[in-house]
């Protein structure tokens, strides 16, 4: 059974950090691509940052670059998300994806909230 579970969510002030994390399961992790997606209330859902299976290779949205930094360990199966000066614009609810070809899961998302 697939599962990707994140944690580390919650409340932080403007400026603050937070350290997201994906637990994954069921499936081969070190095969699939991984990224980040958040969906604020009333928007779509976007991309925040993506890592290939190797960890070799990031890309980061333009209003997280410089802030966020996306890893893995393979090992443990699980992908992170450093998230550093934190901003009411980064309020929404946080999900862990994995790809691989047409393969494609989600996690239950953990949210995020910036506020002073």
């Known amino acids: 059974q697939v599962q990707l579970v994140e944690s580390g969510g919650g409340l932080v002030q403007p400026g603050g950090s937070l350290r997201l994390s994906c637990a994954a399961s069921?499936?081969?992790?070190?095969?699939?691509?991984m990224s980040w997606y958040r969906q604020a209330p009333g928007k779509e859902r976007e991309l925040v940052a993506d890592?290939?299976?190797?960890?070799?290779?990031?890309n980061y949205a333009d209003s997280v670059k410089g802030r966020f930094t996306i890893s893995r360990d393979n090992a443990k199966s699980t992908v992170y998300l450093q998230m550093n000066s934190l901003k009411p614009e980064d309020t929404a609810v946080y999900y862990c994806?994995?790809?691989?070809?047409?393969?494609?899961?989600w996690g239950q998302g953990t949210q995020v909230t910036v506020s002073s």
């Open positions: 994806n994995a790809v691989l070809w047409t393969l494609d899961y």
């Open positions: 069921g499936f081969i992790f070190s095969y699939y691509g």
């Open positions: 890592i290939s299976n190797s960890g070799g290779s990031t």
